[in-house]
């Protein structure tokens, strides 16, 4: 069987966009860090099912919760790079990028004791006008990114992008390979199975059905997400406009549940392996043999 990417993006609950969105009325409120317990209950689940996933964690979350980086790696987990702050990248210059990975990246590496080779922009916010992201991203020593998907959306997609890994970008040197979000394509469409909200909110078999098409169809591996809070149902509700409740709780309460069901169904591991990238835990030859990886990379 196929061996998929597993990823989870390290925040605390009140980093999601639509959280903020839905709440920038509430000006000085304070909302209680729930990270550390929903990214426990997160590596009970996957020591269940032996599988091991890629955490881009955020280097302000890495500040305050070293414990959270220590245990993630302590488990054989892969330790990516989330950003510092959750600052969009098309909201900085590209001298605060740099400044900005550069920073969460040493302080992950120095909690993991690895190196960091993974990047996920905060909400997929490398576009086609922040192309110079990859370049820094190759120069401050980074091997992949995770940040591109190829759907429509309100805030972020690009549905014209490819659907599977590739180099998305080359220096003298170095290569730096994508890894998008999953999509199954239908009718000429990019249909979301990759994780996050259309994961809590389609039937899981028709994300299963989607996942089996790019797996078994296409032979290729499927990068799915997902975030600690996600699997947080006692998380703080704040009032917000229904719409926004909607997006950000919608089957928050069944979701370890269907998680646990993916994991069952389908074997995952983490980017890193998926892509060959090596590191501390290699891919073993099995592992390789299997994933199945066309030619585009
Ligand atoms: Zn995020």
Redesign the pocket.
Known sequence: MLVNALSV?V?EYY?AAIFRHGTRTLVGRHFGSRVEQSVERLLTLLRDHHTHATFFTLGEVAAAHPAVVRAIAKEGHEVAC?GDR?EDVDRQTPSEFRADVRRAKARLEDLSGESVIGYRA??FSIGRAQSWAYEILLEEGFRYDSSLYPILHDRYGQPGAPRFPYEIWRNWSDRLLEFPISTARLLGVNLPIGGGGYFRLAPFGLIRLGIQRVNVRERQPVMFYLHPWELDPDQPRPPMAWHHRFRLYVGIGKEVVKVSRLLAQFRFGTARDVLRLGGRREATTRDLGRSGLGRSV
């Open positions: 993006d925040e980093h989330h959750h905060p909400n």
